[in-house]
């Protein structure tokens, strides 16, 4: 028996050392349709908030444990913070680490009373804050850039889901390169600025798919809900969809053409991502 550790406090699982008790409701009955294993989900908390979900895969194969949360996941998540959401009227989100979409979970083996994995995020130290470059970072946004800054502020708020984020980055994108006329596909200024990414973006791409190709199947799937139509067995050998492979060339690009706007000529603020 393996399990995947979904967490939601990381905090309560910490201060129980990883002990979970008793479950609050545990649901049988699933079952992975594309390898026919039981599934059983065990939901841990208190009467105010969901702290945990624990979710037992019935096989002893380590890899088709990971392959079944791999194809899951994101389902399993909007799922629970769906329902979280409706039931308490308050906003809610399990436990992300740093990076674009990468959610706390853990994988290991044993049933409902095995001991979790306690997980403690490590923050950094805070930086001095420069109001210097406050100052300056604030003069950016003129009249000129308004709506890139729309865009700009929904793609770095690590806050938002990733397919929000990407596609106000493609947004912006596009309203830099066709204002509000749309096409952006067909516009030749704007395949001459992607051929310029073309060294990051082909190695992503599927064989034989061209860069503009990928980006718009990423924002096909940004703007439809983010779900990979890809079949199971495509998506086992390559796991993450073309928002997760793209999201920082993207940002690079949207930062490219926002040192280059002419409304920024020779301002000394230059944007670049974060490592």
């Known amino acids: ?14 201060d129980r050392q990883g002990m979970l008790g008793e479950s609050q409701m545990r649901l049988r009955g699933p079952r992975s349709a594309s390898f026919g294993v039981a599934i059983e989900f065990h939901f841990f908390g208190d009467t105010d908030h969901l702290r945990h979900v624990r979710a037992l895969i019935d096989t002893e194969d380590r890899q088709v444990a990971e392959a079944c949360v791999d ?6 998540v909007a799922a629970l913070e769906t329902v979280a959401m409706l039931e308490t009227r308050r906003p809610f989100h399990v436990a992300r680490l740093p990076g674009p979409q990468t959610f706390a979970v853990g994988i290991g083996q044993g049933g409902p009373d095995t001991r979790a994995l306690v997980i403690i995020p490590q923050a950094s130290a805070a930086s001095p804050l420069d109001y210097e470059r406050v100052v300056r970072g604030f003069s950016v946004w003129n009249g000129d850039v308004r709506h890139h800054l729309f865009y700009f502020r929904r793609l770095i708020d690590e806050s938002l889901p990733l397919d929000v984020r990407w596609l106000n980055g493609y947004r912006l994108l596009e309203w830099n390169f066709v204002s509000d006329r749309g096409g952006l596909a067909r516009s030749q200024e704007w395949r001459a600025f ?18 503009i190709g990928l980006l718009e199947e990423a924002r096909a799937l940004a703007a439809h809900a983010g779900l990979d139509e890809r079949d199971d067995d495509k998506r086992r050998r390559d796991p993450r969809n073309a928002m997760e492979k793209t999201f ?7 930062m490219t053409a926002l040192n280059e706007h002419p409304a920024r000529a020779g301002h000394p603020v230059r944007f670049e991502p974060q490592p």
């Open 71 to 76: 194809l899951n996941i994101q389902t399993w």
């Open 194 to 211: 992607v051929a310029r990414f073309e060294n990051q973006l082909l190695p992503l791409a599927r064989h034989g798919q061209r860069p």
């Open 1 to 14: 028996m393996w399990h995947a550790d979904i967490y939601c406090d990381l905090q309560w699982v910490a």
């Open 248 to 254: 920082r060339v993207l940002e690079r690009m949207v």
